[in-house]
């Protein structure tokens, strides 16, 4: 079946520039999670959907990063007055239940000039 | 705030050689423990799990990882490794079936 899959693959996008990125979720999967990962670090949290509750937003760096989610669908993921250190992979990833296994997607890599 | 240590942040074997990747992480309750692998140009992807059960964990294409609760340690280990094997593993931990933590990262070079 299809996995998680992730839009943009790429973006570059100039300084003080809204970007959105966009994941769709393995159907089915109600947890979804979105991470960034800077070049040579590990994965960082930034947001957590988990059904209809509330996300958990607590790895969000700041007030220009958001996230909605559809139902149990779409994701996105939105950046507002992008910053050179905004520029990294962001990944997305959703699993059955919270606690199950995650499945990645292909993530977008954004580069902010 | 808990936190994963992957200590090895670059290792080069050579073809048949044994393998072990550290992983500790800090306490914080119940945890479930993760490997994850990157091979170069695809997306990350589950490599074996711990939840419960016989602390000694087998995994796909010959990984296995050991959960040493005492030590607060989930390594990854593999007997002989192969070319195919190079790739970037991730140890991850679920705290109190909530939160996902990740280590930085250990990116693997086994040379043919």
């Known amino acids: 079946g299809a996995g998680v899959s992730q839009s943009p693959s790429n973006k570059v996008t100039e300084k003080g520039k809204d970007v959105e990125l966009r994941c769709d979720p393995i159907?089915?999967?109600?947890?979804l999670y979105w991470y960034r990962q800077r070049l040579g670090q590990g994965l960082e949290f930034l947001i957590y959907?988990?059904?209809?509750?509330?996300?958990?937003k607590s790895g969000l760096p700041s007030d220009r990063f958001s996230a909605e989610r559809t139902g149990e669908s779409v994701s996105t993921l939105t950046i507002q007055r992008t910053q050179q250190e905004d520029s990294a992979v962001y990944l997305c990833?959703?699993?059955?239940?919270?606690?199950?296994?995650?499945?990645f997607g292909p993530g977008t890599r954004l580069l902010v000039l | 705030a808990q936190s994963v240590s992957q200590h090895n942040h670059h290792v080069i074997l050579s073809e048949a050689a044994s393998l072990e990747l550290g992983c500790n992480y800090s306490?914080?309750?119940?945890?479930?423990l993760f490997w994850y692998v990157q091979y170069p140009g695809q997306h990350l992807q589950l490599l074996l799990k711990y939840f419960s059960g016989d602390p000694l964990v087998k995994g796909i294409k010959g990984f296995e990882a050991e959960f040493i609760k005492s030590k607060f340690s989930f390594n990854l280990r593999k007997p002989s490794v192969q070319w195919s094997d190079t790739a970037e593993y991730f140890c991850?931990?679920?705290?109190?079936?909530?939160?996902?933590?990740f280590g930085s990262g250990t990116k693997l070079n086994v040379k043919p």
């Open positions: 159907s089915g999967h109600t947890a």
């Open positions: 991850a931990v679920l705290y109190n079936f909530n939160k996902f933590y």
């Open positions: 306490y914080g309750g119940t945890v479930n």
């Open positions: 990833a959703s699993s059955p239940q919270s606690r199950e296994t995650q499945y």
């Open positions: 959907f988990q059904g209809n509750s509330a996300p958990d």
